[in-house]
């Protein structure tokens, strides 16, 4: 179906040629262009095949079976052009439609982890740097991380879509030598059929300056930033992987579901791992091009073709696939409160020492003799949890020490999670608000009631 489209495609840029061709004075008949346009779905994929085979150049066997099926037409196609007139363009065109379906993706992505984070934002986590407890956040903040590489890309990708600029009419070498020698010297008519032609296939800008092909460092800058969703992927589900582990959170798991061959147990996070595995392979995709532009002699070698057939179908294919698997993981993820406010418990007294320390002065109690106390509680507390496997009991230890009765009414306020989280859940509400929701609102109406189903 791909390859059918792209041929389709190849005949409407022919055909927009010829209109164009004729609209500035050239010999060309409403009928020649009427037998074009009722012909671009007409292809005969086994006279194509025999002409390819024959010939062995892939453009000018399809402008052979395009000739076929149009007969009055067959002088002028093609006219003036070179093959990369047909391809390259027709590339250009694809990506473009590619990087608006990627960006539909992204925003929808963007709207589930928003809708995740506003409904966790005041639930208290324990963060971590060094992958070592660190001070809390809250599920809604953490998730607001991911959504905030999600948005990134998602500009990049804007960016990258509408600054594209069609190759346009430039001949062989990029010179138009040709359409100048069709146009008898007239430079204006030249100028004309390539303004012409690029509006035609629906862009607004064109390249000025190209070689045979348009700059090959073109690829690779819209491969970066197609790539960019690899990365931003792989640590959200590298994330939730670490927090499956700690069964903090997970992705989706069906009730049928098997885990492992051998261990019935096992709630394996499968998704996420094969996202991780497909993230690896658009990001390495990255190299391919960059060689490709690195290695491309004067105005063009044909080394680029073979390659650029198998990477820039791979990349958008890869990063489509990525994110559907990536939309389904956010519409499901579950998490455990239990297991999370446990953790965050197990961490929380270390955490507050400063707190009771500043209770304890505010009741009058020595700085120095109180930060002295609360660290050897702390040491004998640590040294319970490391050394013998136990629940911390700092908390306990505090509590059965007299020197800290004028704060003993006060611990379960002191120490409630709810007052080591900052300002996390207002962050949360003001990126929303501000910067995600205004960036996805355009989407909203294409967005998929229903998250990507997966059947393996």
Same mark, same amino acid.
């Given at each position: 179906?791909?390859?059918?489209?792209?041929?389709?495609?190849?005949?409407?840029?022919?055909?927009?040629?010829?209109?164009?061709?004729?609209?500035?004075?050239?010999?060309?008949?409403?009928?020649?262009?009427?037998?074009?346009?009722?012909?671009?779905?007409?292809?005969?994929?086994?006279?194509?095949?025999?002409?390819?085979?024959?010939?062995?150049?892939?453009?000018?066997?399809?402008?052979?079976?395009?000739?076929?099926?149009?007969?009055?037409?067959?002088?002028?196609?093609?006219?003036?052009?070179?093959?990369?007139?047909?391809?390259?363009?027709?590339?250009?065109?694809?990506?473009?439609?590619?990087?608006?379906?990627?960006?539909?993706?992204?925003?929808?992505?963007?709207?589930?982890?928003?809708?995740?984070?506003?409904?966790?934002?005041?639930?208290?986590?324990?963060?971590?740097?060094?992958?070592?407890?660190?001070?809390?956040?809250?599920?809604?903040?953490?998730?607001?991380?991911?959504?905030?590489?999600?948005?990134?890309?998602?500009?990049?990708?804007?960016?990258?879509?509408?600054?594209?600029?069609?190759?346009?009419?430039?001949?062989?070498?990029?010179?138009?030598?040709?359409?100048?020698?069709?146009?008898?010297?007239?430079?204006?008519?030249?100028?004309?059929?390539?303004?012409?032609?690029?509006?035609?296939?629906?862009?607004?800008?064109?390249?000025?300056?190209?070689?045979?092909?348009?700059?090959?460092?073109?690829?690779?800058?819209?491969?970066?930033?197609?790539?960019?969703?690899?990365?931003?992927?792989?640590?959200?589900?590298?994330?939730?992987?670490?927090?499956?582990?700690?069964?903090?959170?997970?992705?989706?798991?069906?009730?049928?579901?098997?885990?492992?061959?051998?261990?019935?147990?096992?709630?394996?996070?499968?998704?996420?791992?094969?996202?991780?595995?497909?993230?690896?392979?658009?990001?390495?995709?990255?190299?391919?091009?960059?060689?490709?532009?690195?290695?491309?002699?004067?105005?063009?070698?044909?080394?680029?073709?073979?390659?650029?057939?198998?990477?820039?179908?791979?990349?958008?294919?890869?990063?489509?696939?990525?994110? !559907?698997? +990536?939309?389904? *993981?956010?519409?499901?993820?579950?998490?455990?409160?239990?297991?999370? #406010?446990?953790? $965050? %418990?197990? @961490?929380?007294?270390?955490?507050?020492?400063?707190?009771?320390?500043?209770?304890?002065?505010?009741?009058?109690?020595?700085?120095?003799?109180?930060?002295?106390?609360?660290?050897?509680?702390?040491?004998?507390?640590?040294?319970?949890?490391?050394?013998?496997?136990?629940?911390?009991?700092?908390?306990?230890?505090?509590?059965?020490?007299?020197?800290?009765?004028?704060?003993?009414?006060?611990?379960?306020?002191?120490? !409630?999670? +709810?007052?080591? *989280?900052?300002?996390?859940?207002?962050?949360?509400?003001?990126?929303? #608000?501000?910067? $995600? %929701?205004? @960036?996805?609102?355009?989407?909203?109406?294409?967005?998929?009631?229903?998250?990507?189903?997966?059947?393996?």
């Amino acid at each position: 179906k791909q390859w059918y489209q792209r041929r389709v495609r190849g005949r409407k840029l022919w055909t927009i040629l010829a209109e164009g061709e004729q609209e500035l004075g050239l010999s060309i008949t409403d009928e020649q262009i009427q037998e074009m346009k009722d012909n671009l779905t007409n292809i005969d994929w086994k006279r194509a095949a025999e002409e390819e085979k024959a010939r062995r150049h892939d453009v000018m066997a399809h402008v052979h079976t395009f000739g076929a099926a149009a007969p009055r037409a067959a002088p002028i196609i093609h006219l003036g052009a070179t093959s990369c007139f047909v391809g390259d363009n027709t590339d250009l065109i694809v990506m473009r439609e590619g990087c608006r379906i990627l960006c539909r993706k992204l925003a929808q992505c963007c709207d589930s982890l928003a809708q995740f984070a506003r409904q966790h934002k005041s639930t208290p986590q324990l963060g971590y740097t060094h992958f070592q407890p660190a001070q809390l956040t809250t599920v809604g903040k953490r998730a607001c991380l991911w959504l905030q590489d999600l948005l990134i890309d998602l500009k990049q990708l804007q960016s990258t879509e509408r600054d594209m600029k069609f190759r346009g009419v430039k001949g062989s070498t990029g010179t138009q030598a040709s359409f100048l020698e069709l146009f008898n010297g007239d430079h204006d008519k030249v100028e004309e059929l390539d303004k012409l032609v690029t509006e035609k296939a629906g862009f607004t800008n064109k390249f000025t300056i190209t070689g045979q092909t348009y700059s090959r460092k073109i690829d690779s800058m819209i491969i970066n930033a197609v790539a960019g969703i690899g990365s931003t992927v792989n640590k959200f589900c590298t994330d939730l992987r670490l927090l499956a582990s700690l069964k903090e959170l997970e992705e989706p798991f069906a009730q049928k579901q098997i885990g492992s061959s051998a261990m019935p147990y096992k709630r394996n996070p499968m998704r996420s791992e094969r996202c991780c595995s497909l993230a690896r392979h658009l990001i390495s995709l990255t190299a391919s091009p960059a060689h490709t532009h690195a290695n491309q002699w004067f105005e063009r070698t044909l080394d680029d073709s073979a390659n650029r057939r198998i990477v820039l179908a791979e990349v958008f294919l890869t990063a489509d696939i990525l994110l !559907n698997t +990536a939309q389904n *993981i956010m519409q499901g993820m579950v998490v455990y409160p239990r297991v999370v #406010e446990k953790h $965050v %418990l197990e @961490e929380l007294p270390f955490m507050a020492t400063e707190h009771l320390l500043m209770s304890m002065v505010k009741c009058g109690a020595d700085r120095q003799e109180c930060h002295e106390k609360l660290r050897v509680l702390s040491v004998e507390a640590g040294k319970q949890v490391k050394e013998f496997g136990r629940s911390n009991d700092m908390l306990q230890r505090i509590r059965e020490d007299e020197y800290f009765a004028p704060i003993h009414q006060l611990l379960s306020d002191i120490v !409630n999670p +709810a007052n080591f *989280i900052g300002r996390a859940p207002q962050q949360v509400d003001k990126f929303i #608000e501000e910067e $995600v %929701l205004p @960036e996805i609102e355009s989407y909203r109406s294409s967005f998929d009631n229903e998250a990507p189903k997966l059947n393996v």
